[in-house]
């Protein structure tokens, strides 16, 4: 998702969750559902999981400083991270307490009309959320299909937006399910269950999302696409011999560190490896921006550093950061 559409996504995502909360709420308030109650909750954890967001997207974009040379993007990564962690413990946690509660001491289901009015409303609204989220998936899934996309996409927020409301339709489900039994059966025991099943959607869905954050704040490679293509740019260069596998890391959604080790050909003036660094990096950024920081270690065959600076057969490290 492009860096400025995002908090407008997360903000049209936060205002719907909220008022779905909201309806949600009511309804338990006058049927006493348990379903309704967790579904309540879950709405009500997603809003404020968005907050967590917006609050991350936010602190990422401060500039570099002395202590943080390379950036704050990875604040974004870490708030996800806290998000997945409040949607297990408290969405899934306090939902699997209401059903355990509302099974230990049923509470006789009132009329069911104003829960099917709210589900009603969290659906079409749910399901305008999830289909805005899934379309800023959409290059990655026609490439990949929807499960590589989602493993292999380097924004956490899309991932969040997406996994909630993906669960979000499916305990929307649950709780109707467990309304309509309920009354069908004369019995709260389904209701209840509703609740425990929601709980244990949030929290399986949380695990997920645990997962997906730890990798991105520990610090993934960039996509094999873009490895290959470097590979590609440093291979076509005339000056050089060989070169050792790319690393790379993600520092935020749009934000890659590169780090080559090159063998330029042997006898090559320092002048023209500053030539050949200088002519790498414009085609690695030309056709790959996100890559924003590169550095460079320039190495004779056979592993000798050559250096411009203290003599015409050794050049030092050359690291250039822009």
Sequence with gaps: MPSHER?????????????????????AGFTGSSAMISEGIHSLVD???????????????KPPDATHPFGHGKELYFWSLVVAMLLFGVGGGMSVYEGVTHLLHPHPLESATWNYVSLGIAFVFEGISWVLARRQLR??????????????????????????DSAALV??????LGVFLGHLWNSPAADGIASIL????????????????????????ADPKVLQGIREIVAGDPAVVRAQCPLTMHLSPEEVLLNLEIDFRPGLPPGQITESINRLEGEIRRRHP???????EARALGGRE?????????LETMEKVR
């Design 47 to 61: 809003t404020g999981n968005q907050i967590l967001l917006l609050l991350g997207i936010r602190r990422s974009k």
């Design 171 to 176: 305990g929307l489900v649950f709780a109707f």
């Design 290 to 296: 996100e890559i924003q920081r590169i550095f460079i």
């Design 139 to 164: 290059p990655l899934i026609r490439e990949r299909g929807v499960w590589k996309a989602l493993r292999t996409s380097k924004d956490p927020s899309i991932l969040i937006l997406f996994f909630e």
């Design 7 to 27: 908090p407008i996504a997360i903000y049209g995502a936060m205002a719907a969750n909220l008022a779905i909360a909201v309806t949600k709420f009511v309804a």
């Design 306 to 314: 050559v250096s411009g600076e203290k003599s015409p057969e050794r």
């Design 198 to 221: 929601i709980g244990l959607l949030l929290a399986g869905v949380a695990s997920l999302l645990v997962h997906e954050s730890k990798g991105l704040l520990l610090g993934e490679s």
